[in-house]
């Protein structure tokens, strides 16, 4: 069983965050990054080419991660494979003992840098989870039988700020039964989309992790504001304010978990390329 | 219907640079519906080509120019055919292919066809059925998700709507939104992955 999987399993507070992979091979910074992050957070997300970015693959990172002893979660998306890679990639991710993984669709190629990519989406997230829960079993979606079985810790994605919510918390549910142990939200900056979210959840049968997004500057707030994340206008007001935005943006970040640290099963930190803040974020949080 | 456009004149100008003497075939049936290949498109098409100095020897509007008995009785016997270099088709892919298995000519698209789709207005036009030879549409209230959802999700949305629009087009309404007002079973139940033996090139052979 993985640590993380391990971590789910107890009763404790679970910590996460991600790294983006680099568009090409040099992963020094990558690297840095990782080796202040180690001891400090129970599992490192790795993005598959994230925002239909192409980026080098998170399979060979979540590799790289774990020789250096963190605890990587694989994000394996729906976008870029069929149901034979996909179930490859699976297997390849067990055979270097990457027990964890994320399941999602992957943002549209239309949004990332080649938009003129043929979108795959030959299985759905709920099929993959499926699908993972098959390969366990020993045997491969045609029903063929594998030589040497795979152990996956597996999880997707929700977001609490969907409207309706009762229709994501209806995905949520299907994603369960199909076979998601754990959840990894996309950002929560509201109190009042966290509790009305917090308490549809309650009997969902899975370790939701809620997204803490570090804001970098009011800009940034403004357009995750634009796009429906719904940002209070407190922290909109502070971060024009401030004359160092990135530290107000790790002050809201502290708040956050603060406010919502004792209501939930942990908190998943996505930090954009600023993951150097993330241990000074949960020592003042109180996580530290 | 096929909802198509017309490619754009200068594009077709240079696929007829060396040719002189054109032959236009438009459709009755799609391509009218959409104003892009009907009699007054056709006319429209002969005007503006012979100013630019081609010769055209004919036009025809076929009622069905994707049914090869409506091109072997309407087209393929046309004494004008015999004085022309090339056909410039208005119609979809499947009018075009289906001439020609017939006239052995240079055809010329002058559409680009765009989708199986339900019109508003003339120019506003929404994908809805993929002719994927496994119609689902007893399920999701009616509403093609494979289609209408961008990533053809089926077993619910994906995370990326903002205000109920679609992460890749926010004119369009997230269809998971729209199928779940009409029934929240699609939500409750377990789809398969598809069988896309049924659905992709070259199983959608039809023989019978």
Known sequence: MSRFSERLKSKKFIITCELFPPKGTDLTNLLEKAERLKGIVDGV???????????????????????????PIFQLTCRD???????????????????????????????????????VYDLDPVQLLKTARTLEKGEDLAGRRLKGIPKFCLGAVANPSFEPLELQILMMEKKVRAGAEFFQTQPIFDLKTFKNFKEKISKLGAKVIIGIFLLKSLKMAQLMDDIGLKIPKEYLKRLGKTEDPLKEGMNIAVDLIKNIKNECDGVHLMALGKEECIPEILRKAGLG | ?????????????????????????????????????????????????????????????????????????????????????????MA?????????????????????????????????????????????????????????????????????????????????????????????????????????KKILQPGKRVVR
């Open chain 1, 45 to 71: 997300n790795v993005t598959d080419s994230q925002r239909a970015i192409m980026r080098i693959s998170p399979l060979a990172v979540c590799h790289i991660l774990k020789e250096k002893g963190l605890e």
């Open chain 1, 81 to 119: 494979r069929n149901r034979i890679a996909l179930q490859s990639d699976l297997l390849g991710a067990s055979a270097l003992g990457i027990e964890n993984v994320l399941i999602l669709s992957g943002d549209h190629p239309t949004i990332g840098d080649h938009p003129e990519a043929k979108p």
């Open chain 2, 1 to 89: 219907m096929i909802i198509s456009e017309q490619k754009p004149r200068k594009e077709i100008l240079e696929m007829l640079t060396d040719r002189k003497r054109i032959f236009i075939v438009g459709c009755a049936a799609c391509a009218t519906k959409c104003q892009t290949g009907g009699e007054d498109e056709v006319k429209e098409m002969k005007r503006e080509l012979e100013k630019e100095g081609k010769k055209i020897t004919g036009t025809i509007v076929l009622d069905t120019p994707c049914d090869e008995r409506i091109v072997k009785k309407d087209l393929s016997s046309l004494p004008a055919l015999k004085n022309s270099d090339s056909l410039l088709i």
């Open chain 2, 92 to 196: 979809c892919g499947v009018g075009l292919q289906t001439i020609g298995n017939l006239i052995d000519r240079l055809l010329v698209p002058a559409l680009n066809p765009l989708f199986a789709g339900t019109t508003e207005r003339i120019g506003r036009y929404y994908e809805y059925c993929s002719l994927c030879g496994d119609c689902l549409l007893d399920e999701f209230g009616g509403i093609c998700p494979l289609t209408r959802c961008a990533k053809g999700l089926l077993n619910g949305p994906c995370g990326g709507a903002r205000d109920g629009k679609c992460e890749v087009n926010d004119e369009v309404d997230c269809i998971w939104a729209l199928i779940y007002e009409k029934t929240k079973e699609p939500l409750k139940t377990y789809y398969e992955s598809r069988d896309y």
